[in-house]
Nanobody, 114 residues
Framework: QEQFVESGGGLVQAGGSLKLSCSAS????????IGWYRQAPGKQRELVAR???????NYADSVRGRFTITRDNAKNTVNLQMNSHKTEDTAVYYC????????WGQGTQVTVSS
């Protein structure tokens, strides 16, 4: 069973930065597009960024210019650098395959205070 482990969340002030990390097995990440998703309270889970095996990236309008997704295939990790946080970034963040997600991990909570 595929398994993703997310880490790096926490409490940050608006305007601050956090870096999230996603780890999974080599077989899970290799040659696959990986997405970072988030789910805010009372809202549906949404894709915020994705990265292809060739490092092509795509971002949701709400985070473009503030978030940067990268991958390190040697370490089997996909990171999300988040800068200039806004309160609306508060959510549980998950990583998974894109476009068809597999089982979800625990996620990591990001809380942005004003």
């Amino acid at each position: 069973q595929e398994q993703f482990v997310e880490s790096g969340g926490g409490l940050v002030q608006a305007g601050g930065s956090l870096k999230l990390s996603c780890s999974a097995s080599k077989s899970t990440l290799s040659l696959r597009t990986i997405g970072w998703y988030r789910q805010a309270p009372g809202k549906q889970r949404e894709l915020v960024a994705r990265i292809s095996p060739l490092h092509n990236t795509n971002y949701a309008d709400s985070v473009r210019g503030r978030f940067t997704i990268t991958r390190d295939n040697a370490k089997n990790t996909v990171n999300l650098q988040m800068n200039s946080h806004k309160t609306e970034d508060t959510a549980v963040y998950y990583c998974n395959l894109f476009p068809i997600a597999l089982s979800w991990g625990q996620g990591t909570q990001v809380t942005v205070s004003s």
